[in-house]
């Protein structure tokens, strides 16, 4: 048995159309952000609304809803991991990002 664990869980909504990318082997790559709210007091009692952005990453299988069903707006629910990587920039500069990589994902109604 496994002692650490990697999951995440999201249900939201997709920000914009996704992008689907084909590699040179056949394999399809979906890339879109999901959308996720907490509303919460503030200590004046006022209730406030907080979004947070996702990035998602998914390669097409059996476990994920065809590509094409899945446009801005779509309710998702998503079982994935976190993956933290690090690039280089067109100008050089080192960045972040940080994806959470589909493992399972329903598109609600």
Do not use: C
Request: proline share 2%.
């Amino acid at each position: 048995m496994e002692r650490t664990l990697n999951k995440v869980e999201l249900r939201g909504n997709v920000g914009a159309d996704p992008r689907i990318t084909e590699l040179g082997n056949g394999a399809r790559v979906i890339r879109f952000s999901v959308a996720t709210h907490e509303t919460f007091k503030t200590k004046d009692g006022i209730l406030k609304e907080e979004t947070t952005w996702h990035n998602v990453a998914g390669w097409y299988n059996k476990s994920m809803p065809e590509f094409e069903k899945i446009k801005k707006g779509t309710f998702v629910e998503i079982v994935g991991k976190l993956k933290y990587s690090k690039y280089l920039s067109k100008d050089g500069s080192e960045r972040y990002s940080t994806d959470i990589v589909v493992q399972k994902m329903s598109i609600l109604q």
